[in-house]
């Protein structure tokens, strides 16, 4: 009979003590769902900061790409302007030769038949050397009668004439040269001043 008792009073609780057992179990379970809710959000903002490191991950690999093939392109350029470059010196060392011979040209100017021969050989031999100048791309700069250039011309004096333009090359001195369109040696001239 002790157990009827006990079961009877187990069915027959208080209300208080009912409505507080629901009422813990609701919490329960409320807090359940406040703790899920709350791992959700944070799932969530990591997923967006995974997603933000994943897009400036991205960003600088692109950076670095682009980084990398402007250095590769530097670097062609550089090599090619070695590569045309390169005679720029063993070029100027040879100049001087081109004006002996174009000067030796000049003291020939004689008629005797003796001389026309050497002549006619140096003039031979010129125009061999220039036309292997001029395989390297080697450029004679031969301003007479052109506008005065300060980048390929260098004058070495003014001289009043009123028949030509102020700043006129009226003669040259000495050819100047370029080597792939670079400068290797300015030509000297004389430029008019115009009319006084």
Same mark, same amino acid.
């Given at each position: 009979?002790?157990?009827?008792?006990?079961? @009877?009073?187990?069915?027959?609780?208080?209300?208080?003590?009912?409505?507080?057992?629901?009422? /813990?179990?609701?919490?329960?379970?409320?807090?359940?769902?406040?703790?899920? #809710?709350?791992?959700? &959000?944070?799932?969530?903002?990591?997923?967006?900061?995974?997603?933000?490191?994943?897009?400036?991950?991205?960003?600088?690999?692109?950076?670095?790409?682009?980084?990398?093939?402007?250095?590769?392109?530097?670097?062609?350029?550089?090599?090619?302007?070695?590569?045309?470059?390169?005679? #720029?010196?063993?070029?100027?060392?040879?100049?001087?030769?081109?004006?002996?011979? #174009?000067?030796?040209?000049?003291?020939?100017?004689?008629?005797?038949?003796?001389?026309?021969?050497?002549?006619?050989?140096?003039?031979?031999?010129?125009?061999?050397?220039?036309?292997?100048?001029?395989?390297? &791309?080697? $450029?004679? *700069?031969?301003? &007479?009668?052109? @506008?005065?250039?300060?980048?390929?011309?260098?004058?070495?004096?003014?001289?009043?004439?009123?028949?030509?333009?102020?700043? @006129?090359?009226?003669? *040259?001195?000495? $050819?100047?040269? @370029?080597?792939?369109?670079?400068?290797?040696?300015?030509?000297?001239? *004389? *430029?008019?001043?115009? /009319?006084?």
């Amino acid at each position: 009979m002790a157990t009827e008792e006990n079961e @009877t009073q187990g069915s027959k609780q208080e209300p208080e003590e009912v409505l507080e057992q629901e009422s /813990a179990a609701g919490s329960a379970a409320d807090s359940k769902d406040s703790n899920e #809710e709350g791992g959700e &959000k944070a799932a969530e903002l990591d997923a967006i900061a995974l997603g933000e490191a994943l897009q400036q991950a991205k960003d600088q690999t692109l950076r670095t790409q682009a980084e990398m093939q402007n250095l590769r392109r530097r670097v062609d350029r550089d090599v090619e302007n070695a590569h045309k470059f390169a005679l #720029e010196k063993f070029v100027g060392e040879l100049l001087p030769v081109v004006d002996n011979l #174009e000067r030796a040209l000049e003291a020939l100017a004689g008629d005797e038949e003796s001389l026309s021969a050497a002549r006619e050989g140096i003039e031979l031999t010129l125009k061999s050397f220039l036309g292997v100048l001029d395989g390297h &791309k080697v $450029k004679q *700069v031969e301003p &007479k009668g052109e @506008t005065f250039n300060p980048d390929f011309h260098q004058a070495i004096s003014m001289v009043p004439n009123p028949d030509v333009a102020a700043n @006129t090359v009226l003669e *040259v001195f000495q $050819k100047g040269y @370029t080597l792939n369109d670079r400068l290797v040696r300015p030509a000297m001239v *004389v *430029v008019s001043k115009g /009319a006084e």
